[in-house]
């Protein structure tokens, strides 16, 4: 339909948004959350911010793959373009059934999301969309199409022009704008067009083919062979420098078959399950036995890792974070490599368990919240660090890597946000989700499946990989995002989300849903009344709550949030191993732990005896030295008798019974105090037997009395020479009692866990959106609104100027006939704003009005209001 033809076609994006109603306003507020900061004072700002250049990109970049690629052909269409034109761009002239279909709902996409407007007759992509989509020489179109004829001939002089004509089989016209016209027809023709071709050279065919499907640009020599030369002459290859031919965007698509994509992807590709996947009877059980048991695990690791940490971890480094070398020796404690360290340690930083603790030296160790943490039922804790983990930003992948600057990025240390995280990880296990119950996925498929819905936001360069060219060899992620999905599913195996691959009922209760999925094996969608993500374009329409900051799902849990970790732990305890109240001990000093203890059990257990191998069951070995340290720590030999009897479920081995007994006998015969330091000991005769021992040199130990030795060495010194000698001293205090050694707990002060880093501006709910409406409404009324003449009337947008006198008589005489009027009005702040007010009352120096911008009745200072005109018609 022309323009103009009907009062109901849009000029203008702000007038198609003026046509839109309250719920689609929303919709796009809700889709382009940026567009709220601030509220627009009217639609016309509105527009205006919804065409800005950052805007426009973050939009782009949350396109899923087809709504990209419609946006695309409407960059290379002709402005405006039917339906009908944008169709064949995508479908060319064979049709596709799929994209048929899927076609009306990306152009609602962009409608929705204010890129493209105007009906069906009349599609207009924003100019900065178009900009950012249309080839260039500088930057090539996805579809890789080059410039119109219009746009290559462009200078080119008119003699050239007829020439080509003249080559082409055309008759010469008599300016340049006929010529171009012409030869635009001649490429647009079917027929004559391939009349043409069919003249051609099989060379020159072989050139066309090369550069078809981009990019359309070609290098030629000074003297270019007979088969360019054929087609340059034909305008089929035109000049844009010297050495620079390109392919017509109109012949491009004649070669095409009239499809703007090589490739065009209607559907997004399914997930599919992975080759090994079972589906055999009970799988799911097995697969929440496997996560179970990694849950527990991680657990273990978790506390072991901050149990290492217990006494003060490794200091900070100047620039922040945990040195290579301090990672190494985690690793290594863990049992572990250096990435999955630093993933346990950013999940327990992530989790508040671990900070720095601001001292001067500064160093590493846990917080308080990690005491409150130990108290908790296993599912609870794992709860918390598998929530911790879900909303966290930090991405442990990193480290190792470097950043823009070249610097090697460290674990615990800055620029390991990332934004992207967040959305990534609740998209890759709503994706395991939509699978049926206990199947794993195809990890390509999954990654193929992230690139379709943001295929703009993998593009970017922002991290560095430092084997990023070995990765792309060997068929690794380089793009931020894939790699992000990648390490997702590798930690969610580690952190026991999935198992074997699977997303587990504990780790689908994390995520808020509740139900399995009864959906064929692949299609990635869950079957009716199960909890289903938004899919692809849903998602990047923003016309359901996208995965991502602020995500709000009516009538469900918040992803990682309170129910959701309740419901998690809820599923997760009865698959956990109960803690156990007894060992087993046997004759070769050993215990066997056929289980996780009880937490006083464990502590006890774990100073008595070291630990020798961990698994299934932890076996813990008892030497003089362990048993040393228990008495150390405060215990007598019968305590640590009593302690074996009431717990081991096998009788006390007597080779036990002995070696406590023989280390409590030596325990305390020695003892050492502060002189520097001193031995004191009832038996002179062993005295002597450490001054004659060659080892004690080190000590400078002298005899200041029969049963007294004074030492230069400090007592900690003095201390350990002579348990390394064999003997087993007990240190005391100045009155002379032994003094009890326990480990001391080093805690920071209270710390928070880290916040995440947001994805742009959080996504409005539906009170903000009703309220920024409402306020974009009035703003729109009152600059809009037909006002009557004033002798100054406001022109260009600007402010009403009315005198005082006049201001006065027309709010008087509006109040008494209650006609409403249009006001400029300036603030105590002296911000300037235009409202639409119906007067009330005039007393007093102030006016008492319903002011229809802000929807209630407000009193205005009549010294404020720079001007007054009266509306043609009443708002009301």
């Known amino acids: 339909m022309p323009e103009g033809s009907s009062p109901s076609t849009p000029r203008t994006l702000a007038e198609a948004l003026r046509a839109r109603g309250d719920?689609?306003?929303?919709?796009?507020?809700?889709?382009?959350?940026?567009?709220?900061?601030?509220?627009?004072?009217?639609?016309?700002?509105?527009?205006?911010?919804?065409?800005?250049?950052?805007?426009?990109?973050?939009?782009?970049?949350?396109?899923?793959?087809?709504?990209?690629?419609?946006?695309?052909?409407?960059?290379?269409?002709?402005?405006?373009?039917?339906?009908?034109?944008?169709?064949?761009?995508?479908?060319?002239e064979e049709g596709d059934p799929a994209i048929e279909a899927a076609l009306p709902r990306a152009v609602d996409v962009l409608r929705g999301q204010a890129l493209v407007w105007g009906g069906d007759d009349r599609l207009r992509l924003v100019r900065t969309a178009r900009e950012l989509l249309a080839p260039s020489p500088t930057r090539p179109s996805p579809t890789g199409l080059g410039p119109t004829v219009a746009e290559a001939t462009a200078g080119m002089s008119p003699g050239r022009l007829q020439e080509i004509l003249a080559a082409a089989g055309l008759p010469t016209t008599h300016d340049p704008v006929s010529a171009v016209a012409a030869l635009t027809s001649l490429f647009t023709d079917?027929?004559?067009?391939?009349?043409?071709?069919?003249?051609?050279?099989?060379?020159?065919?072989?050139?066309?083919?090369?550069?078809?499907?981009?990019?359309?640009?070609?290098?030629?020599?000074?003297?270019?062979?007979?088969?360019?030369?054929?087609?340059?002459?034909?305008?089929?290859?035109?000049?844009?420098?010297?050495?620079?031919?390109?392919?017509?965007?109109?012949?491009?698509?004649?070669?095409?078959?009239?499809?703007?994509?090589?490739?065009?992807?209607?559907?997004?590709?399914?997930?599919?399950?992975?080759?090994?996947?079972?589906?055999?009877?009970g799988r799911p059980q097995v697969v929440d036995s496997t996560a179970a048991g990694q849950a527990?695990?991680?657990?273990?690791?978790?506390?072991?890792?901050?149990?290492?940490?217990?006494?003060?971890?490794?200091?900070?480094?100047?620039?922040?974070?945990?040195?290579?070398?301090?990672?190494?020796?985690?690793?290594?404690?863990?049992?572990?490599?250096?990435?999955?360290?630093?993933f346990w340690l950013e999940l327990s930083y992530a989790a508040g368990l671990l900070a720095a603790d601001g001292e001067a030296d500064e160093r590493y160790a846990p917080t308080p919240a990690y005491d409150d943490w130990l108290t908790l039922p296993a599912a609870d804790r794992w709860a918390r660090l598998a929530a911790a983990w879900l909303t966290a930003t930090r991405t442990a992948g990193l480290v190792g890597g470097q950043d823009t600057k070249g610097r090697t990025l460290s674990a615990l240390g800055p620029d390991l946000d990332r934004s992207a995280a967040i959305e990534v990880r609740r998209r890759v296990l709503d994706l395991l989700a939509g699978l049926p119950a206990g199947t794993a996925p195809d990890p390509e498929s999954v990654l193929a499946r992230l690139r379709w819905e943001r295929p703009l936001r993998g593009t970017g360069t922002h991290d560095l990989d430092t084997n990023a060219a070995r990765n792309a060899a060997t068929g690794v992620p380089t793009d931020l995002r894939s790699r992000i999905?990648?390490?997702?599913?590798?930690?969610?195996?580690?952190?026991?989300?999935?198992?074997?691959?699977?997303?587990?009922?504990?780790?689908?209760?994390?995520?808020?849903?509740?139900?399995?999925?009864?959906?064929?094996?692949?299609?990635?969608?869950?079957?009716?009344?199960?909890?289903?993500?938004?899919?692809?374009?849903?998602?990047?329409?923003?016309?359901?709550?996208?995965?991502?900051?602020?995500?709000?799902?009516?009538?469900?849990?918040?992803?990682?949030?309170?129910?959701?970790?309740?419901?998690?732990?809820?599923?997760?305890?009865?698959?956990?191993?109960?803690?156990?109240?007894?060992?087993?001990?046997?004759?070769?000093?050993?215990?066997?732990?056929?289980?996780?203890?009880?937490?006083?059990?464990?502590e006890t257990l774990a100073v008595l005896a070291d630990i020798e191998s961990k698994g299934g069951a932890t076996v813990y070995r008892f030497t003089p030295a362990s048993v040393r340290r228990a008495l150390d720590a405060g215990k007598s030999a019968s305590d640590l008798h009593t302690f074996l009897v009431t717990h081991s479920r096998t009788p006390v081995p007597q080779p036990l019974s002995y070696l406590v007994d023989d280390v409590a006998r030596r325990h305390g015969h020695l003892r050492i105090g502060s002189a520097s330091a001193y031995v004191r000991c009832d038996d002179d005769a062993l005295l002597g037997e450490i001054l004659a021992d060659k080892r004690s040199q080190g000590l400078r130990l002298r005899r200041l009395a029969p049963t007294v030795l004074a030492a230069q060495a400090d007592p900690a010194t003095l201390l350990e020479g002579l348990r390394t000698m064999g003997y087993a001293p007990a240190a005391e205090s100045a009155e002379g009692d032994v003094l009890?050694?326990?480990?001391?707990?080093?805690?920071?002060?209270?710390?928070?866990?880290?916040?995440?880093?947001?994805?742009?501006?959080?996504?409005?709910?539906?009170?903000?959106?009703?309220?920024?409406?409402?306020?974009?409404?009035?703003?729109?009324?009152?600059?809009?609104?037909?006002?009557?003449?004033?002798?100054?009337?406001?022109?260009?947008?600007?402010?009403?100027?009315?005198?005082?006198?006049?201001?006065?008589?027309?709010?008087?005489?509006?109040?008494?006939?209650?006609?409403?009027l249009w006001i400029g009005y300036v603030n105590a702040d002296g911000a300037a704003s235009q409202r639409v007010i119906a007067p009330v009352r005039v007393e007093g120096g102030f006016v008492t009005a319903y002011d229809h911008t802000a929807d209630e009745v407000r009193t205005y200072p009549l010294h404020r209001i720079t001007g007054v005109a009266e509306l043609a018609d009443d708002p009301a």
């Open 190 to 281: 079917r027929s004559r067009m391939a009349a043409l071709l069919d003249t051609a050279p099989s060379e020159a065919l072989t050139v066309l083919d090369r550069l078809v499907w981009g990019p359309p640009y070609g290098e030629v020599t000074a003297n270019p062979a007979p088969p360019v030369q054929w087609l340059r002459d034909r305008g089929l290859l035109l000049p844009t420098s010297l050495r620079t031919v390109v392919l017509p965007r109109e012949a491009a698509l004649h070669l095409r078959g009239g499809r703007a994509h090589r490739a065009p992807e209607p559907e997004p590709p399914a997930v599919r399950p992975a080759a090994t996947a079972s589906m055999a009877e």
């Open 740 to 820: 009890i050694t326990r480990a001391h707990a080093r805690r920071t002060p209270p710390r928070t866990a880290p916040v995440p880093v947001p994805d742009g501006p959080p996504v409005p709910d539906g009170t903000l959106l009703g309220a920024a409406v409402k306020a974009i409404r009035a703003g729109d009324m009152a600059a809009t609104v037909v006002r009557k003449p004033v002798p100054e009337p406001a022109r260009n947008g600007e402010l009403p100027r009315t005198t005082s006198a006049e201001t006065l008589a027309t709010v008087q005489a509006a109040a008494m006939t209650g006609a409403a």
């Open 296 to 342: 527990f695990t991680a657990l273990s690791t978790v506390e072991d890792l901050l149990k290492d940490w217990h006494e003060g971890g490794p200091a900070v480094l100047r620039s922040g974070g945990l040195s290579v070398r301090d990672l190494k020796r985690t690793a290594a404690a863990l049992d572990t490599n250096e990435q999955m360290a630093a």
């Open 23 to 92: 719920e689609d306003l929303a919709a796009l507020l809700r889709a382009r959350p940026d567009l709220l900061s601030p509220v627009p004072n009217d639609l016309t700002q509105l527009a205006t911010r919804a065409g800005t250049r950052a805007s426009v990109v973050r939009a782009l970049e949350r396109l899923d793959r087809f709504t990209l690629q419609t946006a695309e052909a409407l960059a290379v269409a002709p402005d405006p373009a039917p339906y009908a034109t944008l169709l064949a761009l995508l479908t060319g």
């Open 485 to 602: 999905a990648a390490w997702t599913l590798t930690e969610a195996e580690v952190l026991g989300v999935t198992g074997r691959g699977a997303l587990s009922t504990h780790g689908r209760a994390l995520l808020g849903h509740t139900v399995y999925g009864e959906a064929s094996a692949g299609n990635g969608e869950l079957a009716a009344g199960s909890t289903a993500p938004p899919s692809g374009t849903e998602a990047a329409a923003g016309l359901t709550a996208a995965p991502g900051l602020g995500a709000a799902r009516s009538g469900l849990p918040e992803p990682g949030g309170p129910d959701a970790r309740a419901a998690s732990a809820a599923a997760l305890a009865p698959l956990l191993p109960e803690p156990l109240d007894h060992i087993l001990l046997q004759a070769d000093l050993t215990a066997v732990a056929p289980g996780p203890l009880q937490r006083p059990l464990a």
